[in-house]
C-alpha cells in the first residue's frame, strides 16, 4: 500500500471510530483490540456520515474536472489544473472506497458474532426445552398419583363415615338398652334372668361402641394420611407447574433474544452486501483515475483522458445504480446524489467530446 493511500485510510478509520463515538456506540474512553471495529455496530445512519461525505467531495471533484474540460478555451493549458481537480477526486473517492471496507469489515465481525450468538442460543434453547419436557412428563405422573391419593382419600372420608355412624348405632343400641333394664323389660315373667339379660345387653353395647370408637379412629388416622398426600401432591404439581411456565417463559425470552439478533443480522448482511456492491465499482473509478493522476505530459494526456473518460461513463453508472440502495431511506441523500450523478454523468459526456475534439486538432 502506498504510504499516501495508508494515510487516507487511517483517516478513513478515525472518522468512522468518532462517528461512532458521537452516536453513542462507543464510550470516549473505549479501546478497542485489533481491528477497532470488531464489535462496533454499524447502522445506515454511521455508515452514511462515514462514506457520503467523502463520496460527496470525490464527486465535485470530478464534476468540476468535467466542467473545466467543458468551459475550457485551451484544455492543453488547462491540463494541470485537471490533473490536480483528478487528484483531488482520487483521495476523497478512496476514502470514501477505505470508509466503506472499514464498515464492511466491522459487518463481517458482527455477522460472525451474531451466528455464534444464535448458535449458542439455540442450543440453551433446546436444553431448555428437553427440561420443559421432562417437567411435563413428572407433571403427568403427579397427577395421576394424585388421582390416585384423592380416590383414596374419598374412600378415606367414606370409612370415616361409616366408621361414625356404626359408632351412633352402638351409642344408641346401649341407651335403648339402658332404658329397658330401667324399665324392667323381661322381669315380669322371669324375675332372676330379666336383669341378668339388661346387664348383657348393656355389655355387648359397651363392646359394639368401643369397637366403633376404635373403626372411626383408624379410619380418621387413614383420611388424614391420604389428606397429607393430597396436598402434598398438590404442593408438587403446583410447584412443577410453576417450574413448567418459567421454563416456557424462558424459552420464549430466547426465541425473542434470536429473532432480534436475526432481525439485526439480516439487516447487517443485507448492508454489507451493498456497501460490497458499491465499493466494486468505486474501486474500479478510482483505480482508473489513480492512473491517469499525475500524468502532466501534454503530448499522451489528451489521449489519455479521453480514453479514460470513455471507461470511467459506464462506471458511473454502475455507481449510480449501486448508491442507490444505500440511501434508500434517506430522501435527503437520495435526491442530493441522484441529481448529483446525473448532472455529472452528462457533464462527463461532454467532456468527452470536447476532449475528443482537443485530440483531433492535435492530430
Known amino acids: 500500500m502506498e504510504p499516501e493511500q495508508a494515510v487516507v485510510r487511517h483517516q478513513a478509520e478515525a472518522t468512522v471510530l468518532e462517528i461512532l463515538k458521537s452516536e453513542n456506540y462507543l464510550g470516549a ?57 483528478i487528484k483531488a477526486s482520487v483521495k476523497s473517492l478512496t476514502e470514501a472506497e477505505n470508509a466503506s471496507n472499514v ?4 459487518l463481517s465481525s458482527n455477522l460472525e458474532e451474531r451466528f455464534g450468538m444464535i448458535k449458542s442460543l439455540d442450543d440453551e434453547m433446546k436444553s431448555l426445552e428437553a427440561q420443559e419436557q421432562g417437567l411435563k412428563e413428572h407433571l403427568s405422573g403427579l397427577q395421576v398419583q394424585e388421582s390416585l391419593a384423592r380416590q383414596q382419600l374419598q374412600e378415606a372420608q367414606q370409612a370415616v363415615n361409616n ?30 334372668v330379666g336383669p341378668i ?15 366403633a370408637e376404635k373403626m372411626e379412629f383408624e379410619a380418621i388416622l387413614d383420611f388424614n394420611h391420604h389428606s397429607r398426600s393430597v396436598s402434598r401432591y398438590e404442593d408438587e404439581r403446583q410447584s412443577y407447574s410453576n417450574e413448567i411456565h ?39 473509478c478510482t483505480t482508473l483515475l489513480s492512473t491517469l ?9 489528451l489521449m489519455e483522458l479521453s480514453g479514460t473518460l470513455v471507461q470511467l461513463l459506464p462506471i458511473m453508472n454502475e455507481i449510480v445504480e449501486t448508491v442507490r440502495p444505500l440511501v434508500e431511506n434517506s430522501t435527503d441523500y437520495q435526491l442530493l446524489i441522484s441529481a448529483r450523478l446525473t448532472n455529472i454523468i452528462h457533464k462527463l459526456k461532454e467532456a468527452n467530446r470536447r476532449v475528443k475534439e482537443a485530440v483531433a486538432c492535435k492530430q
Do not use: C
Open 197 to 211: 339379660m339388661g346387664g348383657i345387653t348393656i355389655s355387648k353395647a359397651n363392646e359394639a361402641i368401643d369397637n
Open 163 to 192: 366408621a361414625n355412624d356404626a359408632l351412633h348405632r352402638a351409642m344408641a343400641a346401649k341407651q335403648a338398652a339402658e332404658e329397658e333394664q330401667k324399665l324392667g323389660i323381661g322381669l315380669i315373667f322371669i324375675p332372676i
Open 103 to 106: 464498515q464492511v469489515r466491522a
Open 293 to 301: 493522476a499525475g500524468k502532466t505530459i501534454v503530448g499522451n494526456m
Open 246 to 284: 418459567s421454563t416456557k417463559q424462558k424459552i420464549w425470552a430466547k426465541t425473542r433474544e434470536i429473532q432480534n439478533i436475526q432481525q439485526n443480522l439480516n439487516r447487517e448482511g443485507s448492508l454489507q452486501q451493498k456497501l460490497t456492491n458499491f465499493i466494486i465499482p468505486l474501486r474500479k
Open 29 to 85: 474512553g473505549t479501546v478497542l483490540p485489533g481491528h477497532f471495529l470488531a464489535v462496533i455496530p454499524v447502522t445506515e445512519k454511521s455508515y452514511r456520515r462515514a462514506v457520503l461525505p467523502p463520496f460527496l467531495d470525490g464527486l465535485n471533484s470530478l464534476k468540476s474536472v468535467a466542467e473545466t474540460l467543458q468551459t475550457s478555451n485551451d484544455i492543453l493549458q488547462d491540463i494541470q489544473h485537471v490533473d490536480q481537480l
